[in-house]
């Protein structure tokens, strides 16, 4: 199967600061990436989806200035959550495929929580 | 627009026993995708199954299984013999043809009981 890994697992941060959160694909090359967003028992929200070398297409409502995504290569996606606030304090999971809508392989997620 | 609903929050199974999990959809395309993915407590996503709008034959994918009822907009997930590891959360997607992009249902929490 194809692994797709993310980095950091968890973080605590202060409010205020910026976060990074690594999105890589181990065992394939990702045309596209996509970053989700879980609350608590809740269902995931796609907030963006990205192909390498292109500006991020970001859904409905979410900010592209808070939530900054690059996608420098075909292996890996970063989301960047800039001057964070408690209310972004969520479960981040991103995923890739390798072709367009082929099956979506998920990260094991990150954890944010802001202080 | 496209919708999938999962009208199960909890369901428990006997260890050992089959258990399905409902997930109807609606949406005017013709052409989509059906996934299930399971989420167990760590958090990662885990692929099951994949079910094709014009796939003639039931998914099968080990001891996953996918009634899919096209004319009753269902793509319900049968899960047989079921393990203490199969405890996690379910979700079911789709995807329209053309687009790469998956809408989740709200997902089901699966409890084996030993």
């Known amino acids: 199967g194809a692994v797709v890994s993310q980095h950091p697992s968890r973080v605590i941060c202060k409010s205020g600061t910026s976060v990074k959160i690594e999105c890589r694909s181990l065992?394939?090359?990702?045309?596209?990436m996509f970053w989700y967003r879980q609350f608590p028992k809740q269902s995931l929200m796609l907030m963006a989806t990205?192909?390498?070398?292109?500006?991020?297409?970001?859904e409905q409502g979410v900010e592209k200035d808070k939530f900054l995504i690059n996608h420098a290569s075909l292996t890996l996606s970063t989301l960047t959550v800039t001057s964070a606030h408690p209310e972004d304090s969520s479960f981040y999971i991103c995923s890739a495929e390798r072709g367009f809508a082929e099956t979506q392989y998920f990260g094991p997620g990150t954890r944010l929580l802001v202080l | 627009a496209q919708k999938i609903t999962q009208t199960q929050p909890g369901m428990f199974v006997q260890e050992k026993e089959a258990v399905t999990l409902d997930c109807t959809y609606d949406?005017?395309?013709?052409?989509?995708?059906l996934f299930w993915y399971k989420q167990p407590s760590s958090g990662e996503m885990i692929f099951l199954i994949y079910q094709g709008s014009y796939d003639e034959q039931n998914a099968t994918e080990g001891r996953y299984s996918l009634n899919f009822q096209k004319a009753r907009k269902s793509a319900n997930l049968v899960i047989s013999a079921s393990q203490l590891g199969d405890s996690a959360m379910y979700f079911c997607a789709m995807r329209l043809a053309g687009a790469n992009n998956l809408f989740f249902g709200t997902g089901t929490r699966l409890t084996v009981i030993p």
């Open positions: 990205s192909n390498e070398g292109s500006k991020a297409t970001y």
């Open positions: 065992d394939f090359q990702a045309t596209t």
């Open positions: 949406t005017s395309d013709q052409s989509y995708g």
